[in-house]
């Protein structure tokens, strides 16, 4: 399937301190596609992730990327007041994404009226999961471990959470509990349909007691996470999702990229469609020397 893609897609974002930079990617031909926000991991960019949104595109989606404020792209120094609360940023700016789809639309020639704006999913790798997880309904734990403000957004239909990090609080690392308190999230409250994917060799320094089952949490305590992929041998860039030959990737795999590819596409028609043929299919098929997935 042919398709076109737009960047910098330039929505203003006076309260941010700088313009939310985003690439909007779409088939040629096609109405009513379906879309997905695709929030990046730490210091990656609108760039990153191309295995996954060719994927994606090629079987009717629209995806937008945002550009995040830890972006390496933007080089925000550890001093900048808006630092610390740069998880808040991260969920606004797909917020203002979804409050700005007409001019996302437009940017983007022969876009304009295409988008079905009753299917919209949210997917987030790593701190992009995090992200993603809280426009799905988590919530961020505050210091005496009562939940914070609701930021889940109503528009957002489903979601994919790929390594998204667990449980706070004694399982934190010091070094995390003291530079990324919002790394302590209530699952709770995360009632919007999701699939969780998560490689069985995921160690984080993040994590003082857990193993690899710490990226498996969502699952767990969300009641609206009701798939779970997990990943034969996939460490935290899961096979390289980020892009080939990707600098940050510990374990290129590109099978395991292309078995991600093809159940998040799955999952996703299924959770935004109504039919769960694709998934079906896609789940009996995966060679157990790939991952396993399950379900509730």
């Not at 191309?50 to 830890?70: K, R």
């Amino acid at each position: 399937m042919t398709t076109l893609s737009a960047k910098p897609v330039v929505i203003p974002a006076p309260d941010r301190g700088a313009d939310l930079h985003v690439r909007v990617t779409a088939p040629a031909t096609g109405t009513g596609l379906p879309l997905i926000l695709l929030s990046h991991g730490f210091g990656e960019s609108l760039d990153s992730y191309d295995p996954l949104v060719d994927h994606w595109t090629a079987h009717g989606f629209a995806v937008v990327q945002p550009t995040h404020l830890d972006s390496r792209t933007l080089a925000l120094p550890p001093e900048d007041p808006r630092t610390p609360l740069i998880w808040r940023h991260r969920v606004a700016d797909l917020t203002r994404v979804l409050d700005a789809l007409d001019e996302v639309e437009a940017a983007v020639p022969g876009l304009t009226g295409r988008i079905d704006r009753a299917r919209i999913a949210v997917a987030g790798h790593s701190y992009g999961a995090q992200t993603a997880g809280v426009l799905l309904g988590a919530r961020v734990l505050d210091a005496s471990g009562v939940p914070g403000e609701d930021l889940s957004d109503h528009r957002v239909r489903a979601g994919v959470l790929l390594a998204a990090t667990g449980l706070g609080g004694a399982d934190l690392s010091p070094f995390a509990a003291e530079h990324f308190p919002f790394m302590s999230p209530s699952f709770a409250e995360l009632t919007t349909p999701a699939l969780v994917v998560a490689g069985d060799a995921d160690q984080s320094a993040l994590t003082a007691t857990r193993g690899p089952d710490w990226f498996t949490d969502a699952f767990h305590h969300a009641p609206g996470a009701t798939h779970l992929l997990t990943l034969v041998g996939g460490e935290h860039t899961l096979g390289g999702i980020q892009g080939r030959g990707a600098a940050a990737t510990t374990d290129e795999n590109p099978e395991r990229v292309a078995a991600i590819a093809r159940l998040t596409t799955a999952y996703l028609l299924g959770a935004l469609g109504g039919d769960d043929a694709a998934w079906t299919v896609e789940s009996s098929a995966l060679d157990a020397a790939i991952g396993w997935v399950k379900g509730r």
